[in-house]
């Protein structure tokens, strides 16, 4: 049984930090061969696509309200990914959720069950 497991969220001040965690298991092809995302969601805001980072970790890419304070990576041998973010902001706040899928030949993909972040003073 697949698993993906989102840790470290929590309630946080403005400007301050947090990484999170996201742990994987169960997964029936190499943890590697998988592409990793993290997404959030506010109340009554759409899903939102944070960050993205491929196979072998060569290329990551942000949403643009994230870029520069954010940044996520992955260690395959543990597999886990982070998202280390930095400079947090009120607007930041959201369940934050991890994605990973597979995309040659054949489609897989799952999703944690998300951690909340809480930016306030």
């Known amino acids: 049984q697949v698993q993906l497991v989102e840790s470290g969220g929590g309630l946080v001040q403005p400007g301050g930090s947090l990484r999170l965690s996201c742990a994987a298991s169960?997964?029936?092809?190499?943890?590697?061969?998988?592409?990793l995302r993290w997404y959030r969601q506010a109340p009554g805001k759409e899903l939102e696509l944070v960050a993205d980072i491929i196979s072998g970790a060569s290329s990551t890419s942000y949403a643009d309200s994230v870029k520069g304070r954010f940044t996520i990576s992955r260690d395959d041998a543990k597999n886990t990914m982070y998202l280390q973010m930095n400079s947090l902001k009120p607007e930041d706040t959201a369940v934050y959720s991890c994605y990973a899928y597979y995309a040659k030949g054949i489609n897989l993909y799952y999703w944690g069950q998300g951690t909340q972040v809480t930016v306030a003073s």
């Open positions: 169960g997964f029936t092809l190499s943890f590697s061969a998988y592409g």
